[in-house]
């Protein structure tokens, strides 16, 4: 059941699909990383895992507060990445897309979310931030 606040039509549709997908890709991602951490593995990923699928249920639940709790993971993510794979082109790409993806979506629907209609057009112009972010680091490694 939609709530006062709850988007509708094709900004509600975005918010699905932002926290269905993010849903999907939490649970595989934190599946898979806690049977990495038990083999001795980084626990990163189910720990990423996890908070994705708590911004999803909060994203689900029309609350800002996932959105912000996905922002900081993603910030945390591009460090690790940095940290792990170096500036290599090819391993910060396939650790950064997929959650760039789903930053860029974030941002779309954070203006959506709010209690009293919000100014859309600088929330859009926000919503490159995570691709320009991502893609400039990208291209500032060797090899991309």
């Not at 994203?59 to 993971?73: D, E, K, Q, T, V």
């Not at 709010?114 to 972010?133: D, H, Q, W």
Request: glycine share 14%; net charge positive; with cysteine.
């Amino acid at each position: 059941m939609a709530t006062g606040n709850a988007p509708r039509g094709f900004p509600r549709v975005l918010q699905w699909l932002l926290a269905g997908l993010m849903l999907i890709i939490g649970l595989a991602i934190g599946i898979l990383g806690a049977k990495l951490a038990s083999v001795g593995g980084t626990f990163y990923f189910a720990i990423m895992g996890l908070v994705m699928v708590i911004a999803a249920v909060l994203i689900f639940r029309s609350r800002r507060g996932g959105i912000i709790l996905y922002a900081i993971a993603f910030i945390a993510s591009i460090v690790w990445a940095i940290s792990d794979a170096g500036w290599t082109y090819w391993p910060l790409f396939s650790r950064l897309f997929a959650l760039g993806v789903l930053a860029f979506l974030a941002a779309l629907v954070w203006p959506f979310l709010s209690r009293e209609p919000a100014k859309k057009g600088p929330a859009f112009g926000l919503a490159a931030v995570p691709f320009a972010a991502t893609g400039g680091l990208l291209c500032a490694s060797p090899g991309g």
